[in-house]
């Protein structure tokens, strides 16, 4: 009996399977004909999705193992295979009949036959395929990390963090000390523009501070005479 095919991950499932991934439940999945390295019809449980959703971009355990392996939609299924059937048991062998007699007959035996040449040994370079071992699948690669620190002319900062092809944090406000404690723990090139960044900042601050204590002491001598 031929051997039902089953269904590849359908956009659908996939959608199924992130949102079972995001709440906490991992998801099971088969593998078909079409994975390469595995048994078919072998359990596995989905621990991540890489960004592009291109090529082996779902991220899988097999059961009983530790290392995670990456896989296209077109060798995973939700479809549970079905368990494999036992062989029949044999009927019990029938009594057998009384032989029947049997007549002999003469019969000249046949001249021998010639001895054919035996055939050549295989390669010792050939082996069978089914000796060869599977195909070892790269680990997953992991996804690139990148801060931006954006400065504004009142010495403001705030850092935007990007994971992969996904922005994880944006625009979020830094204390301006966080940052220069930082830069003097990179190159000195990122220390110098930090740090010229801060100077005018703090420039443009005293001055706003002076222009303020003006002021107040204007207005303070303003109040003494109308109170005098």
Do not use: C, N
Request: charged share 25%.
């Amino acid at each position: 009996m031929a051997k039902a095919k089953q269904s590849s991950l359908s956009p659908q499932d996939i959608d199924h399977l992130r949102a079972e991934l995001a709440a906490g439940r991992p998801p099971a999945v088969w593998f078909t004909s079409a994975a390469v390295g595995v048994e078919a019809g072998r359990s596995a449980k989905v621990v991540a999705f890489t960004e592009p959703a291109e090529g082996d971009f779902i991220q899988v355990r097999p059961t009983g193992e530790k290392d995670e392996l990456s896989f296209s939609p077109a060798e995973l299924t939700v479809e549970k295979p079905a368990p494999r059937r036992r062989a029949p048991t044999p009927a019990a062998a029938a009594e057998p009949e009384a032989p029947a007699p049997v007549e002999h007959i003469y019969t000249p035996a046949p001249p021998p036959a010639k001895p054919k040449p035996a055939p050549a040994p295989a390669s010792a370079s050939a082996q069978p395929a089914a000796e060869r071992k599977p195909a070892v699948r790269k680990q997953a690669k992991p996804a690139e990390v990148t801060v931006t620190l954006v400065s504004t002319i009142e010495g403001e900062w705030t850092v935007d963090v990007q994971w992969g092809s996904k922005r994880t944090l944006k625009a979020a406000p830094v204390a301006a000390s966080a940052v220069s404690q930082a830069a003097k723990l990179l190159p000195a090139e990122v220390d110098e523009a930090v740090e010229s960044v801060l100077s005018a900042a703090r420039e443009r601050h005293l001055a706003r501070v002076e222009q303020l204590r003006a002021e107040l002491e204007a207005a303070q001598r303003a109040l003494d005479e109308l109170t005098g």
